[in-house]
Antibody
Framework: QLQLQESGPGLVKPSETLSLTCTVSGGSISSSSYYWGWIRQPPGKGLEWIGGIYYTGNTYNNPSLKSRVTISVDTSKNQFSLRLSSVTAADTAVYYC?????????????????WGKGTTVTVSS | DIQMTQSPSSLSASVGDRVTITCRASQSIDSYLNWYQQKPGKAPKLLIY???SLQSGVPSRFSGSGSGTDFTLTISSLLPEDFATYYC???????????FGQGTKLEIK
């Protein structure tokens, strides 16, 4: 059974870079059926899609976060990571990683079928 | 961007009630619509994908319908554990542009 676990610092200073890692267990990050993604949720608010990555390194990032987002994958460790640069208080949120299952073989549409428990990141000096 | 609008934003209901939540897309998204349940302090959980396909392990009292721009999530008979916030999410656009509805909070009356 696929499981995902986020890890990383819970406190980041303004203007610095937020770095999180998602460790995948119970399955291979190199599966052809999955993308791997990051979602965040500011306190008391809704869900925001950040971006996703395929095991080959192909990425799709939310343009609303412009060039601040970098998502990478390490297949040898079965992990993928998020870096968000130049953070401000508005980036304070719970960050989730998730597996994105394809609707069907050959489809390029995905749904988020397994989520990590989430990790809280606070941006504050 | 494809905007997803849920209604109502909040809803009070009683155990045993039949409840329907609506999600409207700003343009047609075919059937690329998913529903998630989130309880306080917990990660979202997938309930329905492709508008009407029940995720494995999800009780059959949950059902989804719709296509194009209008979708519904129905809970046929509320149980105490169903009180949560529900989100719709579209997968029609490019993977960089996935969007969620603002959420519907289902509370006990």
């Amino acid at each position: 059974q696929l499981q995902l676990q986020e890890s990383g610092p819970g406190l980041v200073k303004p203007s610095e870079t937020l770095s999180l890692t998602c460790t995948v267990s119970g399955g291979s990050i190199s599966s052809s059926s999955y993308y791997w993604g990051w979602i965040r949720q500011p306190p008391g608010k809704g869900l925001e899609w950040i971006g996703g990555i395929y095991y080959t390194g192909n990425t799709y990032n939310n343009p609303s976060l412009k060039s601040r987002v970098t998502i990478s994958v390490d297949t040898s460790k079965n992990q993928f990571s998020l870096r968000l640069s130049s953070v401000t208080a508005a980036d304070t949120a719970v960050y989730y990683c998730a597996s994105l299952q394809t609707y069907a073989s050959g489809s390029y549409k995905y749904y988020m079928d397994v989520w990590g428990k989430g990790t809280t990141v606070t941006v504050s000096s | 961007d494809i905007q997803m609008t849920q209604s109502p934003s909040s809803l009070s209901a009683s155990v045993g009630d039949r409840v329907t939540i609506t999600c409207r897309a700003s343009q047609s998204i075919d059937s690329y619509l998913n529903w998630y349940q989130q309880k306080p302090g917990k990660a979202p959980k997938l309930l329905i994908y492709a508008a009407s396909s029940l995720q494995s392990g999800v009780p059959s009292r949950f059902s989804g319908s719709g296509s194009g721009t209008d979708f519904t999530l129905t809970i046929s008979s509320l149980l105490p554990e169903d009180f949560a916030t529900y989100y719709c999410q579209q997968s029609y656009s490019s993977l960089s542009m996935y969007t969620f509805g603002q959420g519907t909070k289902l509370e006990i009356k």
